[in-house]
């Protein structure tokens, strides 16, 4: 799959399910903690039973905390190797 011209309404990275794509709470980062959760003394953002990220808006695609996204999703940047893996149909 392309990757497309735009982020707006994509989501793909935050669908996939490889561990590649959980997402680090960084302290300072703003993210409600109600949308995270705690593994090995780290926090990571929680995934709906789809394993989308919680965060994710199922309909619109779009990210309901854009403004306060972890750092992870803030680096991420269309094209990277990342964003070509999230657009790669094959299993991760």
């Excluded at 990275?13 to 980062?29: H, I, K, N, Q």
């Excluded at 309901?64 to 657009?87: M, N, V």
């Amino acid at each position: 799959m392309p990757i497309p011209e735009s982020c707006f309404g994509c989501g793909r990275c935050c669908v996939r399910t490889s561990p590649d794509f959980d997402v680090l709470v960084e302290a300072g980062d703003p993210v409600p903690v109600e949308l995270t959760e705690e593994i090995a003394g780290l926090r990571w953002m929680r995934r709906r039973g789809d394993q989308a990220c919680i965060a994710l808006d199922a309909v619109t695609r779009l990210c309901t905390i854009y403004d306060r996204r972890p750092q992870g999703c803030r680096e991420l940047q269309r094209g990277d190797p990342e964003c070509a893996r999230a657009c790669d149909p094959r299993p991760p």
